[in-house]
């Protein structure tokens, strides 16, 4: 016998043997191992991704509630800057709704205008401005229903809104104009008090120990 037939007839039955154990193991794991490696990358990828766009939407809010505060701070600091000069031209303009008794008209008419600077100067720095947001919403509600009442009662009144205010002459009234108005306010005032967080905000530098509950960055 030769020695190349020698060295065949031991490499054959080597060569029928099945794969051993640890290559069987080693093969099944390599697989599972691969595939976890890649979810695991696809989750951070994915996440990376989240994280990116949650704060890009956050900032728009936030330049969307600066807006709503300037915007609303300076009509109600407009609207109550313009009245303290001639509180009692507004005391008439309060009585011409014929909502209050005539003992409250004069109190209403003199402490109105100043919470209304009070509020739009809050509202425009920035400071307790979803307390503020509130209290405009709050007081455009109230003014909507009085503009309302007039309306329907056929009483005839400037609403005194900038100034002024009064009986005027029925084709003078405006009061659907001042509705879709204080309506528009009143949804940027809800804006703010649900997304209260917004960039140039005094609160933060100056109460930055008090969380805006609810609201997103």
Not at 146 to 155: E, L, T
Request: charged share 20%; glycine share 10%; hydrophobic share 50%.
């Amino acid at each position: 016998m030769t020695c190349c037939e020698l060295t065949l007839r031991c490499w054959r039955p080597l060569a029928r043997r099945p794969i051993s154990p640890l290559g069987a193991i080693i093969t099944t794991h390599a697989s599972p191992s691969t595939g976890g490696k890649t979810a695991r990358a696809k989750g951070t990828k994915n996440g990376t991704a989240n994280k990116s766009g949650a704060p890009l939407r956050e900032r728009i809010f936030g330049w969307v509630t600066l807006a709503f505060r300037i915007w609303v701070g300076a009509v109600f600091l407009w609207a109550g800057a313009v009245k303290i000069p001639a509180l009692e031209e507004f005391v008439i303009s309060v009585r011409a709704y014929q909502i209050l008794p005539l003992e409250l008209t004069r109190p209403v008419a003199y402490v109105l205008p100043f919470v209304e600077v009070a509020i739009g100067l809050m509202l425009i720095v920035g400071i307790f401005h979803r307390l503020a947001g509130a209290t405009t919403a709050f007081l455009l509600v109230v003014f909507m229903v009085a503009i309302i009442s007039v309306w329907v009662r056929g009483i005839a009144v400037d609403c005194g809104c900038f100034g002024g205010g009064g009986e005027v002459a029925q084709e003078e009234t405006e009061y659907g104009m001042k509705i879709v108005e204080n309506t528009i306010w009143f949804l940027a005032s809800m804006w703010v008090v649900v997304k209260p967080k917004s960039p140039l905000s005094l609160q933060d530098k100056v109460f930055p120990e008090i969380e805006l509950e609810g609201a997103d960055r």
